[in-house]
């Protein structure tokens, strides 16, 4: 079972970057598939990003890929989404996710954290 917190959000402009971390209060990413997923009032739950540091395999969502990257640093045991070039659409509250596949479905996720709100103001 792992515990974990996503911190980093807040309120940018259009264009700028922000990184978010999820950090593992109990228990260790290192056997898990991690993901990001965002959530906006009056939209359903949406795939962002995935990776699988078993074989290394990365997904992005369209709207994100390339501008958006996610990895991680084991010592800490957090995981980071780096966001550039943020636009007013990318405003949603962001959560972390632990799984044992990687998948753009929320519910192959096991573990949530609380989320953190992101608002790129135009």
């Known amino acids: 079972q792992v ?3 996503e911190s980093g959000g807040g309120l940018v ?3 700028d970057s922000l ?5 593992a209060s109990r228990g260790t990413f290192n056997n898990y ?7 906006a009032p009056g939209k359903e739950r949406e795939f962002v990003a995935a990776k699988n540091w078993g074989d290394y395999t990365t997904v992005y969502a369209d709207s994100v890929r390339g501008r958006f990257t996610i990895s991680r640093n084991s010592a800490k045991n957090t995981v980071y989404l780096q966001m550039n070039s943020l636009k007013p659409e990318d405003t949603a509250t962001y959560y972390c996710a632990a799984g044992s596949r990687i998948s753009r479905t929320p519910l192959q996720y096991d573990y949530w954290g609380q989320g953190t709100q992101v608002t790129v103001s135009s």
């Not at 598939?33 to 959530?39: D, I, K, L, N, S």
């Open 3 to 5: 515990h974990m917190a």
């Open 33 to 39: 598939v991690m993901g990001w997923f965002r959530y």
């Open 19 to 23: 990184s978010l971390s999820c950090t």
């Open 13 to 15: 402009q259009a264009g």
